[in-house]
């Protein structure tokens, strides 16, 4: 059973860093592609970023320059390195991962983490 | 990166048909066949419920189907159930290896 668990959220000062993790099972997360999305508190999904199988990386121009997604295959986890987080990025994050052939589908989620950026 | 246009809400009674609409651009939705919807009930995670424009997950009841015409892409649900009352989004390959979201719609069973 593939299963996603997203940690590292928390209230971080706006400015500062972040690192969220997303720890796979049941599957290996250099086998495919990943992303990150988010929703802002009472809003729609934003499509944050995308890391290919072969490792290539995406992100939305929100976020592009401050935001960078990686995975440790050792680990089998998928991570966002946030940096100069600002109000606007204050939502639940969730990982996503297909589940099986096709393109851009994302069939399984973790439960999200919640970054809330505040003085 | 505009996201992609939804009606704020939808509603029908159990058993009828709802279809909620779509609408990119031919950067988005009108330019590629990766357009994918899911579901989402509040305080969880969304679900997957077609890709490809057409294609159901397994598990997904064949009550939920998909279309595209242009630059918009639609998703019917055919007899209504409690249980279908929920967000729907849509997404779209928008090209460049990115991602775009829909708006959101809230369907509600009367």
């Known amino acids: 059973e593939v299963q996603l668990v997203e940690t590292g959220g928390g209230l971080i000062q706006p400015g500062g860093s972040l690192r969220l993790s997303c720890a796979a099972s049941?599957?290996?997360?250099?086998?495919?592609?990943m992303t990150w999305v988010r929703q802002a508190p009472g809003k729609g999904l934003e499509w944050v970023s995308l890391?290919?199988?072969?490792?290539?990386?995406s992100y939305a121009d929100s976020v592009k320059g401050r935001f960078t997604i990686s995975r440790d295959n050792s680990k089998n986890t998928l991570y966002l390195q946030m940096n100069s987080l600002r109000a606007e990025d204050t939502a639940v994050y969730y990982c996503a991962s297909p589940g099986g052939g096709g393109t851009w589908r994302f069939d399984n989620w973790g439960q999200g983490a919640l970054v809330t950026v505040s003085s | 990166q505009s996201a992609l246009t939804q009606p704020p809400s939808a509603s029908g009674s159990p058993g009828q048909s709802v279809t909620i609409s779509c609408t990119g651009t031919s950067s988005d939705v009108g330019g590629y066949n990766s357009v994918s919807w899911y579901q989402q009930h509040p305080g969880k995670a969304p679900k997957l419920m077609i890709y490809?424009?057409?294609k159901r997950p397994s598990g997904v009841p064949d009550r939920f189907s998909g279309s595209k015409s242009g630059n918009t892409a639609s998703l019917t649900v055919s007899g209504l159930q409690a249980e279908d009352e929920a967000d729907y989004y849509c997404?779209?390959?928008?090209?460049?290896?990115?991602?775009?979201f829909g708006t959101g719609t809230k369907v509600t069973v009367l």
């Open positions: 490809e424009v057409t």
């Open positions: 997404s779209s390959y928008a090209g460049s290896n990115r991602c775009v």
């Open positions: 890391i290919q199988r072969g490792g290539d990386t």
């Open positions: 049941g599957f290996t997360v250099s086998s495919s592609y």
